[in-house]
């Protein structure tokens, strides 16, 4: 008697887990697409309207099918959903929605008599070449795997600072994934928190958008760099710097800095002292300006001392003024929250981000993969359909082993 091999779940139906799945079936491996909310791209879905990607639509592509012409060079948020679902229409995808995949243990034993020999034994990779993986699901769901990708997301998590004064503060506070657009906020003060590229971005959207006065606490002065000069896109720098030494393109970061972005000291914004690529080691990628840059220096942003607490209706900002903005917006990032699912297997550092990426598996935890964890100067979406290609050709290497 024959058993029917062991699928490879991917966890996620976004870019990551799509580009995986789509290149895990061009190699003839099975891939089940596991997606807890209705549909693909459900955090693309949620982004605020005017967000693009800024990389360019040549270099965002995932494997098998380019990204149409018609979406221009920086390819807008609906864009990007309707390639993602045409992207699983294409290729294919075996896709189940409304799952959502809640813990990850190691199998001890397969499913319909096949039998394991402990724990993370074997590869845990492959058609059976080892005891694979169980995933606990909603609905007290089971689901034996081969392989397993983990895809959730980096932005899965939104993270708000646990302020003092937060819970009772009288103002209107939100996070950034709250927002949409500035049309609720037409002749509003508003406080921004967080210069990062969502930031940025909606305190350039709120002034556009009629907002009477924006403000934006910064904590951490970033590194800004124009998306694109003289037809040349920063991504393509990121991708040429990549693997060079850091301070090294520190150096260059800085020069190119000063040649191309105008020093905002006197408006609140200084230079970073930290190099470009130090700070991207460190995980936090340059602001790509869309507008900042000449909102601060012509005063309809206003950047401000961070934020140290919330006092009744009033912000506590780190250089003691206070003010009493009508709302707050949190651009204060996300965390990846993969402790439930993984935790307990090793396989995250102390910030709580995987050991491992790509085509490696953490040595404890053989046949357990990782994509679109990191932010990389290059590009996520073109560093996940790499990573999806040396996942596919990993687990189909182990499989033809197994079956050897």
Same mark, same amino acid.
């Given at each position: 008697?024959?058993?029917?091999?062991?699928?490879?779940?991917?966890?996620? #139906?976004?870019?990551?887990?799509? &580009?995986?799945?789509?290149?895990?079936?061009?190699?003839?491996?099975?891939?089940?697409?596991?997606?807890?909310?209705?549909?693909? $791209?459900?955090?693309?879905?949620?982004?605020?309207?005017?967000?693009? +990607?800024?990389?360019?639509?040549?270099?965002?592509?995932?494997? $098998?099918?380019?990204?149409?012409?018609?979406?221009?060079?920086?390819?807008?948020?609906?864009?990007?959903? !309707?390639?993602?679902?045409?992207?699983?229409?294409?290729?294919?995808?075996?896709?189940?929605?409304?799952?959502?995949?809640?813990?990850?243990?190691?199998?001890?034993?397969?499913?319909?008599?096949?039998? $394991?020999?402990?724990?993370?034994?074997?590869?845990? /990779?492959?058609?059976?070449?080892?005891?694979?993986?169980? +995933?606990?699901?909603?609905?007290?769901?089971?689901?034996?795997?081969?392989?397993?990708?983990?895809?959730?997301?980096?932005?899965?998590?939104?993270?708000?600072?646990?302020?003092?004064?937060?819970?009772?503060? %009288?103002?209107?506070?939100?996070?950034?994934?709250?927002?949409?657009?500035?049309?609720?906020? &037409?002749?509003?003060?508003?406080?921004?928190?967080?210069?990062?590229?969502?930031?940025?971005?909606? #305190? @350039?959207?709120?002034? %556009?958008?009629?907002?009477?006065?924006?403000?934006? =606490?910064?904590?951490? #002065?970033?590194?800004?760099?124009?998306?694109?000069?003289?037809?040349?896109?920063?991504?393509?720098?990121?991708?040429?710097?990549?693997?060079?030494?850091?301070?090294?393109?520190?150096?260059?970061?800085?020069?190119? &800095?000063?040649?191309?972005? *105008?020093? +905002?000291?006197?408006?609140?914004?200084?230079?970073?002292?930290?190099?470009?690529?130090?700070? @991207?080691?460190?995980?936090?990628?340059?602001?790509?300006?869309?507008?900042?840059?000449?909102?601060?220096?012509?005063?309809? @942003?206003?950047?401000?001392?961070?934020?140290? =607490?919330? /006092?009744?209706?009033?912000?506590?900002?780190?250089?003691?003024?206070?003010?009493?903005?009508?709302?707050?917006?949190?651009?204060?990032?996300?965390? !990846?929250?993969? %402790?439930?699912?993984?935790?307990?297997?090793?396989?995250?550092?102390?910030?709580? !981000?995987?050991?491992?990426?790509?085509?490696?598996?953490?040595?404890?935890?053989?046949? +357990?993969?990782?994509?679109?964890?990191?932010? *990389?100067?290059?590009?996520?979406? !073109?560093?996940?359909?790499?990573?999806? %290609?040396?996942?596919?050709?990993?687990?189909?290497?182990?499989?033809?082993?197994? #079956?050897?």
């Amino acid at each position: 008697m024959t058993t029917q091999p062991r699928p490879v779940y991917v966890i996620g #139906a976004g870019p990551g887990g799509l &580009a995986a799945a789509a290149a895990l079936r061009a190699r003839g491996v099975r891939a089940v697409v596991v997606e807890k909310s209705d549909g693909v $791209g459900a955090s693309w879905r949620r982004h605020y309207d005017r967000l693009r +990607l800024h990389t360019t639509r040549r270099l965002s592509a995932l494997p $098998g099918l380019p990204m149409p012409r018609r979406f221009g060079r920086w390819v807008s948020r609906d864009d990007v959903v !309707r390639y993602l679902e045409k992207y699983a229409e294409f290729h294919e995808l075996e896709l189940v929605t409304g799952v959502e995949v809640t813990r990850i243990e190691p199998a001890t034993s397969g499913p319909e008599g096949e039998s $394991g020999n402990g724990a993370g034994g074997g590869n845990g /990779d492959g058609d059976g070449d080892g005891d694979g993986w169980i +995933l606990h699901a909603s609905g007290g769901r089971e689901l034996a795997a081969a392989a397993v990708v983990i895809a959730t997301g980096y932005n899965h998590t939104l993270a708000l600072p646990d302020w003092p004064g937060r819970d009772t503060y %009288e103002g209107r506070l939100l996070h950034a994934r709250e927002y949409r657009n500035p049309q609720p906020y &037409a002749g509003q003060d508003v406080l921004v928190v967080g210069v990062g590229n969502t930031g940025a971005e909606i #305190a @350039v959207d709120l002034v %556009e958008g009629g907002a009477a006065r924006v403000r934006l =606490a910064v904590r951490t #002065a970033p590194h800004i760099m124009r998306r694109s000069t003289a037809g040349w896109p920063a991504q393509r720098s990121g991708i040429l710097v990549r693997r060079l030494p850091a301070r090294l393109v520190d150096r260059l970061g800085a020069l190119v &800095a000063k040649a191309s972005v *105008p020093d +905002l000291s006197a408006y609140g914004l200084p230079r970073p002292t930290t190099g470009l690529y130090s700070r @991207v080691k460190q995980g936090s990628i340059p602001v790509q300006d869309v507008g900042l840059i000449d909102a601060v220096r012509g005063g309809t @942003v206003e950047p401000v001392a961070a934020v140290e =607490a919330f /006092d009744g209706a009033e912000v506590v900002l780190a250089d003691g003024s206070r003010i009493t903005p009508d709302a707050v917006i949190a651009a204060t990032g996300y965390r !990846r929250a993969l %402790e439930g699912l993984v935790g307990h297997l090793g396989v995250l550092d102390e910030r709580g !981000r995987p050991r491992t990426h790509g085509a490696r598996t953490p040595e404890q935890a053989p046949g +357990l993969y990782f994509t679109g964890f990191s932010n *990389p100067i290059s590009g996520m979406f !073109r560093e996940m359909a790499l990573d999806a %290609e040396k996942i596919a050709k990993a687990v189909a290497r182990r499989a033809a082993k197994g #079956a050897a």
